[in-house]
């Protein structure tokens, strides 16, 4: 068996997916990775649409294609993804920055986890950001 057999990935999309042992927080990067991408997306094509306003058509206004009771529920999923992305990026700058990840310790076995420390950080921040998804949806709602 080569090194690169042994370090096949047998777990498969599961091993991509899969919060294993690393917990919620690896979700929270999955979630981060795709709300990063769809947001970025979603510029680009902002931008597209924007831009055919030097034709002077308005594809967001009256009977424009982008119109419709469809695209404003797209538009909430925007907020809603970039309230997300926005909320576990700050926990991911405090983190980055020491801030509540606890104090760095002796490595001495057995080893200790930071993981249970900062943890409490990324709970606080997933509520704060379902508090913005909830306010945004009474938003559209109302709006
Ligand atoms: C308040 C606003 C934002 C904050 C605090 C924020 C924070 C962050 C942080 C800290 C990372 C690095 C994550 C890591 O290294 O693990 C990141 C990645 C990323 N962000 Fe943002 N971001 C914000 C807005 C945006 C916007 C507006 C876009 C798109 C237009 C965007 C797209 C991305 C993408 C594509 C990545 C890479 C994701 C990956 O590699 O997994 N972000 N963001």
């Not at 926990?91 to 405090?94: A, D, I, T």
């Given at each position: 068996m080569t090194v690169l057999d042994r370090r096949s990935n047998r777990l498969g999309v599961w091993g991509w997916l899969g919060g294993g042992r690393?917990?919620?927080e690896r979700y929270a990067y999955i979630l981060h990775r795709?709300?990063?991408l769809a947001i970025l997306l979603y510029l680009l094509l902002h931008i597209v649409v924007t831009s055919f306003r030097?034709?002077?058509i308005y594809l967001w206004t009256g009977?424009?294609?982008l119109h419709s009771p469809v695209f404003e529920m797209g538009e909430y999923l925007v907020f809603?993804?970039?309230a997300y992305h926005a909320c576990n990026g700050l926990?991911?700058?405090?983190v980055e920055l020491g801030v509540a990840v606890g104090k760095p310790t002796e490595p001495v076995f057995p080893y200790k986890t930071s993981l249970n420390v900062q943890r409490p950080l990324l709970i606080g921040m997933m509520?704060?950001?379902l508090i913005?998804?909830?306010m945004g949806a009474y938003a559209e709602l109302i709006g």
């Open positions: 690393w917990g919620m795709i709300t990063g030097v034709e002077g009977n424009g294609f809603a993804a970039f926990r991911l700058v405090l509520f704060l950001a913005l998804v909830a």
